[in-house]
């Protein structure tokens, strides 16, 4: 049986498992990442360009924190669509959702406690409450049409809200304020230039080609079950 993530392991019973399939438009909404990643990168690189060491102590901490999160989401951008799209089966989780899940839940684990060094208690306890929501929602999908709008929903969401906490009360806010907004844009763009190329060489292949590539990533996934089938299932399949 595959692993659980977050939700499950506090006894939340995740229906989504029996509805989820490939559609492309879950790829596409892990690309809400991408701004996540961009805003923690451009964050951290106006720090280091504009405050000269040494360093003060309050701040060295979110000098870690930050580079690490601008690396956690650019894996996210990459394993999600893996894990959503591209190696989905109905039923089960892939090898490449296992990563997903562990990756997915140490990058907000690590966001949630970069902003709460930065931002109050309540201000940290409304973001994590709507990421949570947003993803229980999506486990409770009764269908695939469900599914395929909740999840996109929860790509969005999740997007938004871990952007929305680089930019918040950023470190030495006061001082890089009016500067960062280049380095995003910059960021942001190079994550745009290389996606784009990526897609436009992957839609320049043969279809043959394709589906041999996705033969490769198949061999890798190990798709497990995720949970037993419900009972009306199983009654209705055998008796």
């Known amino acids: 049986m595959a692993p659980a993530n977050i939700a499950e392991l506090i006894g939340f019973k995740s229906q989504a498992a029996h509805h989820w399939d490939y559609h492309p438009l879950v790829g596409l909404s ?3 990442f991408l701004p996540s990643a961009s805003a923690f990168w451009a964050v951290w690189l106006c720090l280091l360009r504009t405050i000269e060491p040494p360093y003060p102590r309050q701040l060295l901490a979110q000098l870690l924190l930050y580079p690490v999160l601008g690396l956690l989401f650019t894996i996210v951008v990459f394993a999600s669509p893996c894990a959503d799209c591209f190696f989905i089966r109905r039923g089960h989780r892939s090898w490449y959702g296992r990563v997903d899940i562990r990756i997915a839940s140490g990058s907000l684990i690590v966001c949630i406690c970069s902003f709460a060094l930065r931002a109050s208690l309540p201000e940290t306890a409304v973001l994590v409450s709507i990421t949570f929501m947003a993803f229980i929602y999506s486990g409770a999908s009764a269908s695939f049409e469900q ?3 909740r999840h996109s929903l929860w790509h969005v969401i999740a997007g938004a809200v871990t952007t929305y906490g680089a930019f918040r009360k950023m470190p030495a806010g006061d001082v890089i304020a009016g500067q960062v907004l280049p380095y995003f844009l910059v960021t942001l763009g190079i994550y ?6 990526t897609l436009a060489l992957f839609s320049q292949l043969s279809l043959d ?3 041999e590539l996705w033969r490769r990533g198949a061999e890798y996934a190990d798709w497990r079950a995720v949970d037993p089938e419900p009972a009306e299932d199983k009654l209705i399949g055998g008796k």
């Open 30 to 32: 892990s690309l809400c």
């Open 147 to 149: 599914w395929v709008f």
């Open 192 to 197: 745009a230039f290389l996606t784009s190329a």
């Open 209 to 211: 080609r394709q589906a």
